[in-house]
């Protein structure tokens, strides 16, 4: 049985929810924008991997990494919002932004003085940036929403 990606299952979950009789609870409505909003910055990701050059132009690579750096910076401080929660999860949210503000300021300093060895560097680099970045990104999420997937049989 294939393992699932994290937005295999996002998408599983969003096709069992809109399957929900109306009238759409709130809690529902959270998770649905919420699911929504993730599966897009999934395929945003997997578009900045998939288009990430190879080679030695280094303007090419320039202009790709501020790209992604620009969309990173905005996911870290974006939708920062939910429902009240108590001290103890507003602390969890608030460690949690700071480990995803971590992970950008690694990202930056490795990229800082950046220098290609080989043609595939930049791509195989960038593609750990995305592969680091995310997974923090969706625990500071779930901090907000916390969506919970299950494995699906294939």
């Not at 932004?97 to 490795?110: I, K, M, P």
Request: glycine share 2%; with cysteine; proline share 4%.
């Amino acid at each position: 049985m294939p393992t699932l990606t994290l937005l295999e299952k996002y998408q599983h979950a969003f096709a069992d929810l809109t399957k929900l009789d109306s009238p759409m609870s709130i809690d529902a409505a959270w998770v649905y924008q919420e699911l929504l909003y993730r599966m897009d910055i999934l395929q945003v990701c997997q578009m900045f991997a998939t288009t990430a050059p190879v080679g030695n132009d280094l303007q090419t690579m320039f202009t790709h990494y501020q790209m992604v750096d620009i969309y990173f910076e905005n996911l870290s401080n974006e939708r920062r919002n939910g429902l009240v929660v108590s001290d103890t999860e507003q602390a969890r949210r608030h460690t949690a932004h700071q480990s995803l503000c971590q992970v950008v300021a690694d990202y930056r300093r490795r990229f800082g003085s950046f220098q290609p060895k080989d043609p595939e560097q930049y791509k195989k680099e960038i593609g750990k940036v995305i592969s680091t970045f995310l997974p923090v990104w969706i625990q500071m999420r779930n901090t907000y929403v916390n969506i919970i997937t299950k494995e699906i049989a294939a």
